[in-house]
């Protein structure tokens, strides 16, 4: 059924349903995916709405009710086809070809107002093909973690998914992580593309580079436009995927956040940060802080991310070396490093208040610091903030100033470690013009804000709503987080 057939599409009044959606992953054919039907839930209860969104996609926010949202996104009225689709990955090192959209399909894609193509994905929207023998359902608590997981990252510069609504589904379900019975819910995902590195491994698994360069036309057509017209553009698609992702690994690590699931599968094809499950945003700096309880060796670790992310990029190298140079690909692989050494300097210099500095000077800072954070374990998040709450033109005056009125205590085997800090960074602020001080502290307030999305955060916001039905410090929280308070 194509879109024009769909029921009731063009004469809704429910403006979801009359946006302009595309046939551009449909239009492959069956190959990469299964036509679905979305369960039947018994309650539908709109627990997030993300407005911001709205206006990307030419709809005001005043006009769009919170039944538009369910009737299209919690009853899936008036939407077909709903498409699972197919991927397989590497999960932990080990290939595994019993995978796919196991409890969530693509709902549609959508052109916006910015002229790029969205994807609304589900998540927790019933039984697939690929449900392996799941219930195909979301827990309400596992919904909640992915909304501020995405708002989070959004307002911190990186470039991720974001969640569109949020409907509880009146199912109990029964789970090993979580109290059980527990709440259900029905996600709607707002990203780049679903389609992963996964979705190539599948199809060299079942040997057809024909479709594997239908794909790769495709992914070039859609999300890098600007490669399309070129002779090598097979190749360039890759040196740029390689960029975008050791760019995103590098804002992960200056953030602090652990993804903690880094398959195959769950690696966007444009490089975009989706799928958040057990992460979590580390407390102190730990490159062995292990967010996922079942990662027993560590493999997904903090401090691993930038070369586990490396080395997915090089098992991708196998489905398309039937369509790009692999010597070629190697040798955009090699700039990796580059890529992510710069952004992650690049960022991490603003925490400090800096937009540059000399080379040797950005080593030298960066590394001091990363060794103050390790050995003194203070909080990440808390000592970059109090850097920006406590900064002043003082700092100048003599090192012992520096941070002297904020809440760091050092352990006492860190404490002549920050005392060298302390003093390069009296010195740094002193190779600026006084005049510059202004701007430090405005560079150190923009990177720095205050909430920070901590497990002990989220834990207490879930004990509201699981306790008292209580959804007021979840909206106050992502209130903080989008004005970044």
């Known amino acids: 059924m194509t879109l024009a057939e769909t029921p009731n599409y063009k004469n809704s009044s429910n403006p979801f349903l009359t946006l302009n959606y595309e046939s551009a992953l449909e239009s492959l054919g069956d190959d990469y995916y299964d036509e679905v039907a979305a369960e039947e839930f018994p309650q539908h209860v709109l627990r997030w709405r993300n407005d911001a969104l709205l206006p990307r996609l030419g709809l005001d926010p005043q006009v769009v009710k919170d039944e538009d949202f369910i009737t299209a996104f919690g009853k899936f009225q008036g939407r077909k086809p709903l498409l699972a689709l197919r991927y397989h990955g590497y999960q932990f090192g080990e290939y595994n070809r019993q995978l796919g959209d196991g409890r969530g399909f693509l709902y549609g894609q959508v052109r916006a107002t910015d002229g790029e193509l969205y994807d609304f994905g589900t998540k927790g929207s019933g039984r697939t093909p690929y449900s392996r023998g799941g219930d195909g359902m979301l827990t309400l608590k596992g919904g909640m973690r992915e909304v501020l997981a995405a708002e989070a990252l959004h307002h911190l510069g990186v470039r991720t ?80 995927l390689v960029k975008r992702v050791a760019e995103l690994v590098a804002q992960w690590m200056a953030a602090g956040f652990c993804h903690a699931v880094l398959n195959t599968d769950n690696m966007s094809i444009t490089g975009e940060s989706f799928d958040y499950g057990p992460y979590a945003f580390i407390p102190t700096y730990n490159p062995s802080f292990i967010a996922a309880y079942f990662d027993y060796y560590g493999r997904y670790c903090f401090g691993n991310q930038p070369s586990i992310c490396h080395l997915n990029l090089q098992m991708l190298q196998e489905p398309l070396k039937a369509i790009i140079d692999k010597g070629e690909m190697e040798a955009a692989l090699e700039r990796f490093d580059e890529y992510y050494e710069a952004e992650y300097s690049s960022l991490m210099l603003k925490k400090l208040g800096f937009e540059n500095l000399p080379y040797s000077e950005t080593v030298e800072l960066l590394n001091l610091t990363i060794e103050f954070l390790k050995d003194s374990q203070v909080g990440y998040h808390e000592f970059f903030y109090e850097m920006a709450r406590t900064f002043s033109s003082k700092w100048r005056d003599e090192p012992g100033f520096v941070m002297d009125n904020s809440d760091i205590v050092p352990v006492p085997g860190a404490s002549g470690i920050f005392d060298d800090w302390c003093i390069l960074y009296h010195q740094i602020l002193n190779d600026f013009d006084s005049d510059r001080t202004d701007v430090i502290a405005q560079t150190l307030a923009v990177h720095n804000p205050k909430t920070a999305l901590s497990r002990p955060v989220i834990e207490s916001i879930w004990e509201s709503i699981a306790q008292e039905d209580n959804w007021q410090p979840f909206y106050d929280l992502i209130k903080a987080i989008q004005s970044r308070r």
């Not at 990203?191 to 979705?199: A, K, P, Q």
Request: glycine share 4%; net charge neutral; proline share 5%.
């Open 161 to 240: 998914s974001r969640c569109l609504t949020m409907i509880e589904t009146g199912l109990p379900l029964w789970r090993g992580d979580e109290p059980s019975p527990t709440r259900s819910a029905v996600m709607i995902r707002m990203s780049s593309s679903h389609i992963r590195f996964g979705t190539f491994e599948r199809l060299h698994y079942f040997q057809r580079p024909d479709l594997t360069k239908k794909l790769l036309d495709h992914v070039i057509e859609q999300y890098y436009q600007h490669l399309s017209a070129e002779q090598d553009k097979y190749v360039l698609f890759y040196a740029e």
